[in-house]
């Protein structure tokens, strides 16, 4: 498996226009200052492609989705696994139009009860198309996905998760046989049910916001406690604010746990 890493911020992004308009005078550790000439801090809203057997997929279709499409050069998507409904993991979904008409078929999408429902409500003229079309429209088969599931030649199982007021937030583990890898982009509580669908990972992925504790996502003290339970052979983190500074963060973590980044490809 070959994921690429296409967005690793949250849904601020970095640099964050707050800290723009401040100008960058109190961003912390001067994250976003460092963004506007270091392409390292820059950092989009949060998706990975995997890509396996001559198959993409592509885990939420973010808000950043069609410039990350056109900095990576994606050439094709074969389904889309959604996490959650929150904006910034689902609102690139219109510009999937564009691999619908090329590939000529409608894109397959997989989420939760609740996450279908999200999607269906923010994009009412995709799942009902109107009569008149005018610029076009993707064209979407969804999916129900409440167990494990063969999609694109990976065993994908969901693994449920406490992000906030959400009840069908999910991350996945994804397996090719070989090997094996999770993704947690958003996560505040893994329960105890969920933990053992995690065990024996290659490589984990997992939300780390911030230093200081938050209501619903991970603070980095929280995603070194998971990460060090679970015993992956390799972690990354993702969905990072400005508040952490990578490359002075980075070095003190052990050495197979890593800061991820836009356009990091890791080979599984």
């Known amino acids: 498996m070959k994921i690429t890493f296409l967005g690793t911020?949250?849904?601020?992004?970095?640099?964050?226009?707050?800290?723009?308009?401040d100008n960058y005078v109190h961003c912390p550790n001067g994250v976003c200052r460092k963004a506007l000439t270091?392409?390292?801090?820059?950092?989009?809203?949060?998706?990975?492609?995997?890509?396996?057997?001559?198959?993409?997929?592509?885990l939420d279709t973010s808000q950043d989705f069609r410039a990350q499409m056109l900095d990576r050069q994606v050439r094709r998507i074969d389904a889309v696994l959604y996490t959650h409904g929150h904006a910034d993991h689902i609102y690139g979904l219109p510009d999937i139009r564009s691999y619908c008409r090329l590939q000529d078929d409608a894109m397959?999408?997989?989420?939760?009860?609740?996450?279908?429902?999200?999607?269906?409500?923010?994009f009412d003229y995709v799942f009902?198309?109107?009569?008149?079309?005018?610029?076009?429209?993707?064209?979407?088969?969804?999916?129900l996905l409440d167990?494990?599931?063969?999609?694109?030649?990976?065993?994908?199982?969901p693994i449920?998760?406490?992000?906030?007021?959400?009840?069908?937030c999910t991350g996945y583990r994804l397996s090719d046989g070989l090997r094996d890898i999770a993704y947690?982009?958003?996560?505040?509580?893994?329960?105890?049910?969920?933990?053992?669908?995690?065990?024996?990972?290659?490589?984990?992925?997992?939300?780390?916001?911030?230093?200081?504790?938050?209501?619903?996502?991970?603070?980095?003290?929280?995603?070194?406690?998971?990460?060090?339970?679970?015993?992956?052979?390799?972690?990354?983190f993702t969905h990072l604010t400005h508040d952490i500074d990578a490359e002075i963060?980075?070095?003190?973590?052990p050495s197979n746990i890593h800061f991820a980044y836009d356009g990091l490809i890791v080979e599984a």
């Not at 911020?9 to 308009?21: E, F, K, L, R, Y």
């Not at 009902?128 to 999916?143: D, N």
């Not at 167990?147 to 199982?157: E, K, M, R, S, W």
């Open 249 to 253: 963060e980075g070095p003190r973590l």
């Open 9 to 21: 911020g949250t849904s601020h992004g970095v640099p964050t226009i707050d800290c723009m308009i």
């Open 160 to 168: 449920p998760v406490e992000h906030g007021a959400l009840k069908g």
């Open 184 to 236: 947690l982009p958003d996560v505040k509580v893994i329960p105890s049910e969920s933990l053992e669908l995690l065990r024996g990972l290659d490589i984990l992925i997992i939300n780390c916001l911030r230093y200081r504790a938050h209501g619903s996502h991970l603070s980095l003290v929280e995603s070194l406690d998971y990460t060090l339970a679970l015993r992956p052979t390799s972690a990354y």
């Open 147 to 157: 167990g494990p599931a063969d999609i694109l030649g990976l065993h994908v199982t």
């Open 38 to 58: 270091d392409p390292r801090y820059r950092r989009t809203r949060c998706s990975i492609l995997v890509e396996a057997a001559g198959r993409s997929l592509l």
């Open 108 to 122: 397959d999408i997989y989420g939760s009860e609740e996450t279908l429902r999200i999607l269906r409500a923010a």
């Open 128 to 143: 009902t198309p109107p009569a008149f079309v005018g610029g076009g429209i993707p064209v979407v088969r969804a999916h």
